[in-house]
């Protein structure tokens, strides 16, 4: 279903080139102060056309607030928000109507549903991720009032990597640079890279990295709703992510047990903290009050302005090229997806928190 | 919540050291033949003491099927499987009673629930995880209906990896030895590797590989319930699992868009195939009928018979060691974990395929 | 939460004097044909202003189709349906911010919220029915392909009841008058009495009676969603609603066992009938091909224009009365919005029942 | 599926003659006081054999605690209730093996899933509440905490009614007779009249009357999922029950609005209260601090010992006899299930209110 979570819950609807796509955000509580300007920095963040290293297109992206926000606050009522789509009418997509792009979801749509709004991706089209950015920052006031911040990072694109952990990172930095990379001299390499395969009309992936700080422990629930499972399936529901991990993730296993345990202590203050964090922030599947990091990988774009051979939906090699206006490199505008995917999944564990004790 | 599924619907329940564990599967559809000796089958395959690789404890865990098949089939209700747990009395768990062990559950079970079952770490315990692979047995059988298989083994033990790809293996090979690697050369330095470290009192990760052919195109649902996002979801699910990566996985982003995308061809049969799978058998959340196939990491187990610094539940600096008989390395038992997980899945998003189309 | 259905699911947002209101139904199968006017028709049985029997208010409720249908078919993606208010602005609603109105939701959602839309109800407003109207639409096309019909017609007002049994009335003749009862002298009489309590600025109940012809056996779930018990809480989360029974209800309490049991036949085709149909059509909470039929009882409209004494928000005695246009009597009105949620539990169950075998 | 509840969620299992029946609570608060012999109160209110108005079965029913509880308190993970089933092989049900039992779900079970357990009539069997009963126990523990009290009786038998409203009976007296009627003259002729069935091989129904108390305001979720909505379907889904009204319910309709509306005031403590309580206790789905009171209609149980017309499952007519010990009416022991219900509905939204507000 198009629906993500239990007691903070979204549903979001629309394709790329229907009317508009939007989101129900059902389970907000009451008196949680929000303006529609605040959602629409968030969707600036993930807007088309903010530098050369994305698509040139320029979308306005436009969220209106449809109900459950009364005198800028939550009225405990569904929170309808709805983002019309320009210009709907006027790209052809004749090309493509017959045709399996490859990598794409084409050829699958038609396999379940017998049939697909094939004009722009349609449902499949990454647009529909803007209704989860404009959902996430209502999600993000909830974390403001727990002190909970979600900092998403380029941390990688193709091979050029930032070479230091988050620890030793301004986050602070994120939004000084299109790449969205805090590490400013991989950010300028990053960019060129990402400049070079545009150039050849080609794409590149990367890591975007995460980190949470400020959770309380005890957010999560056994045993199949833990927290980095929550927060896995809801990477790998992003459009192009290929993988996750938290913590010490699949380099853990180079580790030994007696070197991956992370010792609990007890600091000055009175906190109970962990001299490591292999962990990440979560242990059993519930938070323990460290950080939360992790990592997610997204594909090069498959989108591609070169000619490819494929198949159409007659099984008939056709050979086909991307056309219009596309991003060489998607990771720049992941990063506030990331960030809403996250805020989802905490305030929803927030919310089940709740329930937890007598 | 306990449980895991939408339409094919499993709940868990019981403590590592209570009477016994058990899990309702709901939703399985009637007149599906299932006896209870083969759930017994894949129960085997996790139960502790199968070689010197694993745990010493010798564990029967046998299933008592207490509702829901009826003549060998079953009935459309719900499926309760059950197994008493042995010698439930027979261990001191005093030393932990107050201690919260590095990187293990009990520091955050008592932040989140004020309280745990301490003995043998509770409902945390891997020991839930047998209630898994006995409704997956179940799943499996569905599966079978329509050709699914579902094969996972060992890939990696520390830094000791697979030198080849699945396609190159002989998967009928996995359980020939204890390490369940289908590459006997590489199975014999894993076990090597295994002993070694037991021998220390240590622990060791690794990577679990899992190939699933036969799946036709089509399951998986648009836009959070992707295929790969419920398996991820569902391999993170697992004690110790600390990241899942599918298709391509983290290693895609050293490919650009052009090297990347997997071209469709029709073959002689007429069947659609892509001549890459670097989509691991899923685009667009859906599945296109090709392999199938992903990799989970697992940190190394965090009980050790060694010394470790922590604290107790007053935040007083105290000194543990693991007492006991436990794994060195849990791969060879997360086969058939994995196994279970992906089966139920697959026979989740097989019955809401059924919902496709008018 | 504001979402009904499991698999044909409904997720309404919207208050009476927000922007709008709107559905958004996920899980509707592909395929299905529906246009935009098709829904327009339900709509205008629900619409205001259509006799001098309900309120004069005159609201055009025009749907529009936000996603999810593409030439004229269902895509299986979601379908966002959104109804714009009409001069939302145009009322003055400042003698209600702090008064509790009698036997409205002012008091409980301020209870619950601590805060609430006051304009013409907010969120608690039978508007928001016109949302679940369209999306019954939608379902009633699914029954349509397996040849079921729903037909809901007011049975009594007040105290003028409908002297006969549904079998005995032509279910043709329930939009052949302004009070959608199919028994003509008898909706004189009703329509006498409503007209009485219109000038008494009064209100009235009633019940709507609805039946369903055409429902294969099967359909239905044991234990807790039963036919009958998702008919029942359907019927029952319609504003106003204070009783449901099926079959032979409340007053089959005065049979006994040996005659209130339905015996079974063979018809001459080979059909299994029962004799009488106490049951309703539902055996255990699943249909058994006989007509469905049950009894939903409205009360009165809490909204009447006479000064009434309550409290405000502050505790303190006030008189209020209601100002404006509303309805003497929802009966007539209320009989699509039966139909409707009728229609959706059927739909519902029509998709779960795909599961019920393998 | 077999699962009730959204946060306070129960799953049952079992058959009437498998090797037992049970439940698992998920979702419990942890810390909640609890032991197995409270369960057993309960659950011996419902057990069979208790007088001769009911059936002479005399099934011990004792519940294991398998998991969730530890030292008497709630863990916060599942609690499984298990009870198993007597002299389960004692039986020759062979008769009903082939038979359609009259208003049974004989029939309906095999139109769905193409087979039955028909052994006692399976899963159909209201066998089954007894694993509702015993989760009910542990919902009602969590009322406790919040000072809310439900009192179901037996307000009706056939046509023999208690002549007075709730408010004029002392509810201490409700299990003080084996009919449980807490309205001692009315009681006897009650008794009377079972005993008048029982003779006569016959059976009768009647009417539950529930009355909870203490119950705050701010309970219930618009718009589906109505305080009464969840109850009407808890109701509903209690084999036997046909019809279900709260406050004013079917007779309403014989006020008019300026009549049946509750007129706030606000009492000497401060208070809000209403003068009259048509409302039940609930407006707009929210309790409203009143007394919460409904109603719920029982029909004659369908199994008599007498014979009956009816087919086989090959369609041809057959006559049929109950045989064994049955209930004349099951009202009386319908009270403790009619309890746990409602015990479940109020518990699952005393949780749900935690997410009320921010």
């Known amino acids: ?88 009418h006027s790209h052809d997509y004749s090309h493509i109507e017959h045709a399996y792009r490859p990598s794409h979801a084409d050829f699958t749509y038609d396999q379940k549903y017998g049939r697909r709004d094939f004009r722009g991706g349609g449902r499949s089209s990454a647009r529909e991720t803007a209704a989860r950015v404009a959902a996430g920052a209502v999600a993000q006031k909830l974390l403001d009032q727990h002190g909970i911040r979600v900092s998403s990072y380029v941390s990688q694109v193709g091979a050029v990597a930032v070479p230091v952990g988050y620890e030793q990172l301004d986050l602070g930095l994120i939004d000084s640079n299109p790449v969205r990379c805090p590490h400013p001299e991989t950010a300028e390499r990053m960019a060129d890279l990402i400049r070079q395969v545009r150039d050849r009309h080609d794409t590149v992936g990367g890591y975007v990295t995460c980190v949470v700080q400020g959770v309380p422990a005890g957010l999560g629930e056994p045993v199949f709703d833990k927290l980095h499972s929550e927060l896995g399936r809801a990477m790998l529901g992003i459009n192009a992510v290929k993988g996750f991990e938290y913590g010490s993730g699949f380099s853990g296993v180079l580790l030994f047990g007696s070197e991956h345990n992370d010792a609990f202590y007890t600091d000055e203050a009175g906190q109970v903290r962990t001299r490591t964090n292999h962990s990440g922030g979560i242990q059993g599947g519930i938070s323990n009050g460290q950080d939360i990091y992790f990592r997610v990988a997204f594909k090069p774009v498959a989108t591609i302005l070169q000619s490819q051979q494929t198949i159409n939906d007659q099984g008939e090699a056709i050979s086909l090229a991307g056309r219009g206006r596309h991003d060489p490199c998607v990771l720049p505008r992941a990063v506030p997806i990331v960030d809403a995917m996250t805020a989802l999944v905490l305030a929803d564990m927030l919310l089940r928190a709740r329930a937890n004790r007598v």
């Open 1 to 88: 279903m198009n629906t993500f979570g239990s007691l903070f819950r979204i549903t979001t609807f629309g394709e790329s080139h229907g009317p508009g796509i939007g989101v129900i955000i059902d389970g907000c509580p009451a008196g949680l102060p929000i303006t529609a300007e605040e959602i629409q920095v968030a969707l600036d963040r993930r807007r088309p056309g903010q530098s050369d290293l994305t698509t040139p297109r320029s979308e306005a992206d436009r969220v209106e607030v449809q109900s459950g926000i009364f005198r800028d606050e939550t009225t405990g009522t569904p929170i309808s928000l709805y983002i019309r789509n320009q210009d709907q």
